[in-house]
């Protein structure tokens, strides 16, 4: 009886299963759902649409799998892109166009309190 016990080695080991409950599943469909309170023929009906619904298909990407590039931000000590523009462009308050130059939408609200 002594010599059954410790290691065994398996002669076809398993993959690692990955976290979750459902981890190892090979179906690749979700899970058929079941029609309550239904009407007769509906649930039949139902498995069918369940059966025949086809899933879609993973996008590749359009251009290559190359990354993005990247672009540094403008460091604070570089001169102005835009000189002959006030910093106040686009507010209601100091030099320069305020707002209203920006095209946004009246976005005026009533409000009672």
């Not at 899933?55 to 799998?65: C, H, K």
């Amino acid at each position: 009886m002594a010599e059954h016990g410790g290691y065994r080695k398996p002669s076809q080991p398993a993959a690692v299963s990955g976290p979750g409950a459902h981890s190892q599943r090979t179906d690749g469909r979700p899970q058929m759902m079941d029609l309550p309170n239904a009407k007769y023929g509906e649930a039949a009906n139902f498995q069918a649409i369940q059966q025949g619904a086809a899933l879609g298909a993973t996008p590749s990407p359009a251009g290559g799998g190359g990354s993005p590039s990247v672009t540094m931000p403008t460091p604070l000590s570089d001169p102005s892109a835009m000189p002959h523009e006030p910093v106040t462009a686009g507010a209601d308050a100091g030099a320069g166009p305020g707002s209203d130059a920006l095209g946004l939408p009246n976005q005026q609200f009533d409000v009672d309190v």
